[in-house]
């Protein structure tokens, strides 16, 4: 079988599943597609987290979603025809997940997604436009939480395609939690004892200079309540930093972290500010109050059985400030977020290929 992964996320996602169907002796093979280029995923990434080196990458690069899309779809078709994989296993909602599972169902090739189900009903989002149509492709629909399950049945996807795993990448997380040294994090980058974490990179963010200025200057009063600890994504950096995001001397602007170095960041947070949906994920499990500045998010479930809520530019500031005195508090942790998610993907999917 092929797992098609196009970022750290996937990888990140895919960990345990490809360790997991390691134990069936089944051969697999993992592509990278190369859509998103991160020298920090490196041998030593790799190897600290256990994640499968790809056998092959594409290196597709960027470019528009037409343009990377369609890349992808090239590359992929010619490997899937010279190897013919007995399933194809993607993951979120990248441009690579689509354009695998389009090159895939049009080659007859069965198709199983991970992380099925999520919806944010706003199809503004690419992402969205990606999960909706994968999920139609797919034979196998992996679903993390219970309200996926849902979802998909309203869209019309039978029920013996629907199957209830919970999180692969809580999975990670909770295997390698003793990586995660904040404290080392804090020595390297002379952070303070108390911070707060921020992350932007949505378009709806960092697209409009007009947008991303208003939220620079929420950011500067946020720094008036605690330091600010942002490693800058690329994708927005242009008109974050031309909007005069360093110039408070509270902001502490890093180059993007590795996922060790960043998830402990986040675990030794006050708080934390993002419109990333990984962040949702990780902060409900690491029990740290995190703002999302969206007006939705496809993983309610982070607000109801965790510590995540959605913010406006408006409110973020109070919100922080409430987080900041509330402190952290014992949460739920979401149904089958246990890390045991990949074992039973596994298990579905020898069960399926078997029958």
Same mark, same amino acid.
């Given at each position: 079988?092929?797992?098609?992964?196009? $970022?750290?996320?996937?990888?990140?996602?895919?960990?345990?599943?490809?360790?997991?169907?390691?134990?069936?002796?089944?051969?697999?093979?993992?592509?990278?597609?190369?859509?998103?280029?991160?020298?920090?995923?490196?041998?030593?990434? &790799?190897?600290?987290?256990?994640?499968?080196?790809? %056998?092959?990458?594409?290196?597709?690069?960027?470019?528009?979603?037409?343009?990377?899309?369609?890349?992808?779809?090239?590359?992929?078709?010619?490997?899937?025809?010279?190897?013919?994989?007995?399933?194809?296993?993607?993951?979120? %909602?990248?441009?690579?997940?689509?354009?695998?599972?389009?090159?895939?169902?049009?080659?007859?090739?069965?198709?199983?997604?991970?992380?099925?189900?999520?919806?944010? &009903?706003?199809?503004? #989002?690419?992402?969205?436009?990606?999960?909706?149509?994968?999920?139609?492709?797919?034979?196998?629909? &992996?679903?993390?939480?219970?309200? $996926?399950?849902?979802?998909?049945?309203?869209?019309?996807?039978?029920?013996?395609?629907?199957?209830?795993?919970?999180?692969? #990448?809580?999975?990670?997380?909770?295997?390698?939690?003793?990586? &995660?040294?904040?404290?080392?994090?804090?020595?390297?980058? %002379?952070?303070?004892?108390?911070?707060?974490?921020?992350?932007?990179?949505?378009?709806?963010?960092? /697209?409009?200079?007009?947008?991303?200025?208003?939220?620079?200057?929420? +950011?500067?009063?946020?720094?008036?309540?605690? %330091?600010?600890?942002?490693?800058?994504?690329?994708?927005?950096?242009?008109?974050?930093?031309?909007?005069?995001?360093?110039?408070?001397?509270?902001?502490?602007?890093?180059?993007?972290?590795?996922?060790?170095?960043?998830?402990?960041?986040?675990?030794?947070?006050?708080?934390?500010?993002?419109?990333?949906? =990984?962040?949702?994920?990780?902060?409900?499990?690491?029990?740290?109050?995190?703002?999302?500045?969206?007006?939705?998010?496809?993983?309610?479930?982070?607000?109801?059985?965790?510590?995540?809520?959605?913010?406006?530019?408006? /409110?973020?500031?109070?919100?922080?400030?409430?987080?900041?005195?509330?402190?952290?508090?014992?949460?739920?942790?979401?149904? +089958?977020?246990?890390?045991?998610? =990949?074992?039973?993907?596994?298990?579905?999917?020898?069960?399926?290929?078997?029958?």
């Amino acid at each position: 079988m092929a797992h098609v992964l196009g $970022a750290r996320p996937n990888f990140v996602k895919a960990a345990p599943v490809i360790a997991a169907l390691s134990e069936t002796g089944r051969e697999q093979r993992v592509i990278h597609t190369g859509q998103h280029y991160d020298e920090r995923m490196s041998e030593v990434f &790799f190897r600290d987290l256990g994640l499968p080196e790809p %056998d092959v990458n594409l290196e597709v690069g960027s470019g528009s979603h037409a343009v990377q899309t369609a890349a992808i779809m090239v590359a992929l078709e010619k490997e899937f025809t010279e190897r013919s994989p007995e399933l194809v296993m993607v993951y979120g %909602d990248v441009n690579s997940t689509i354009a695998a599972a389009l090159v895939a169902a049009k080659l007859h090739i069965p198709v199983a997604h991970v992380e099925a189900g999520l919806r944010s &009903f706003d199809m503004t #989002m690419p992402e969205e436009v990606n999960r909706r149509l994968v999920d139609q492709l797919s034979n196998l629909c &992996f679903v993390t939480s219970p309200e $996926a399950v849902g979802h998909l049945a309203a869209e019309g996807v039978s029920v013996d395609r629907v199957h209830f795993v919970g999180n692969p #990448m809580i999975d990670t997380l909770l295997a390698h939690l003793d990586k &995660f040294d904040t404290e080392a994090v804090r020595r390297t980058y %002379d952070l303070p004892e108390r911070y707060a974490v921020a992350t932007l990179h949505r378009p709806a963010n960092v /697209d409009d200079p007009a947008i991303a200025a208003g939220l620079v200057k929420r +950011l500067h009063e946020i720094a008036e309540l605690v %330091d600010v600890v942002m490693p800058v994504h690329p994708r927005g950096r242009k008109v974050l930093t031309e909007a005069g995001l360093d110039a408070h001397p509270r902001v502490r602007l890093l180059e993007p972290l590795g996922y060790v170095e960043f998830v402990a960041a986040v675990r030794g947070a006050a708080a934390v500010v993002t419109d990333s949906g =990984g962040v949702q994920e990780e902060t409900t499990i690491l029990g740290v109050p995190c703002l999302t500045l969206r007006p939705n998010t496809e993983r309610p479930i982070t607000i109801t059985h965790g510590t995540n809520r959605l913010v406006t530019a408006d /409110d973020v500031v109070p919100a922080v400030a409430e987080a900041l005195a509330a402190g952290r508090g014992e949460q739920e942790h979401p149904p +089958l977020w246990d890390g045991h998610a =990949g074992p039973r993907i596994a298990r579905v999917v020898e069960g399926w290929l078997g029958g």
